[in-house]
């Protein structure tokens, strides 16, 4: 049988505020037929996306139509194409992303990388800023942090969630040590690599 954690430790999520700043984080794109849109986008902390003109040849190389697409009518061939929702694009979204399994109780195993295996700590300031925003993102969680280990470009933490919230606890986590760690090292862009990988081990 566990122990509890001791009283005052910990404190309760602020629900609303959590899901408030992710709220304003991200606007809904307006999507209509025939929208013409000015798409641009960044190499991660702005460094390149093509290394050589193949790369260059590589990005503009019409990919191979799916079955089940729709070519629009009026426009060259090849040169535009629209999206079959059924096949292509949106079910490549559904295969990639699972969800993740959450309920009062659980305990996770959570690890993270650095974006391309770069370090997420630059010195022992920043260690400690990361036990701050962990203990802070505790404090609004509920969190019961049972074991940590911080490497130089991952960290693992065995964290149990009384309140069955560990998404919206890790987007503040991460989000917000990214943000501190990016400010302090005036950096751009992503610091871990993807989605963290969570484990249950209770």
């Not at 309760?12 to 209509?32: G, Q, W």
């Not at 974006?115 to 802070?136: G, P």
Request: proline share 1%.
């Amino acid at each position: 049988m566990r122990k509890r954690a001791k009283k005052g430790s910990v404190k309760r999520i602020d629900k609303f505020s959590v899901s408030e700043e992710i709220a304003t984080m991200r606007k809904l794109r307006v999507e209509y037929p025939g929208a013409i849109y000015h798409v641009m986008n960044r190499g991660d902390r702005r460094e390149a996306i093509f290394a050589d003109e193949i790369d260059r040849k590589l990005f503009l190389e019409r990919k191979v139509e799916k079955k089940g697409s729709v070519k629009r009518k009026g426009v060259k061939k090849g040169s535009v194409k629209s999206i079959d929702k059924y096949f292509g694009l949106s079910e490549d979204i559904a295969a990639m992303r699972k969800l993740r399994l959450e309920y009062p109780g659980a305990i996770y195993h959570v690890i993270n990388r650095g974006d391309r295996r770069e370090a997420i700590f630059a010195d022992e300031s920043d260690r400690k800023l990361f036990l701050e925003t962990l203990s802070q993102a505790c404090e609004k969680t509920d969190w019961q942090v049972h074991v940590l280990c911080l490497m130089n470009n991952h960290f693992h933490l065995v964290v149990e969630t009384p309140k069955g919230n560990l998404v919206a606890g890790m987007k503040w986590f991460l989000g917000t040590y990214t943000s501190r760690f990016n400010r302090r090292h005036k950096e751009f862009g992503h610091l871990f690599s993807g989605r963290y990988k969570s484990l249950i081990v209770g």
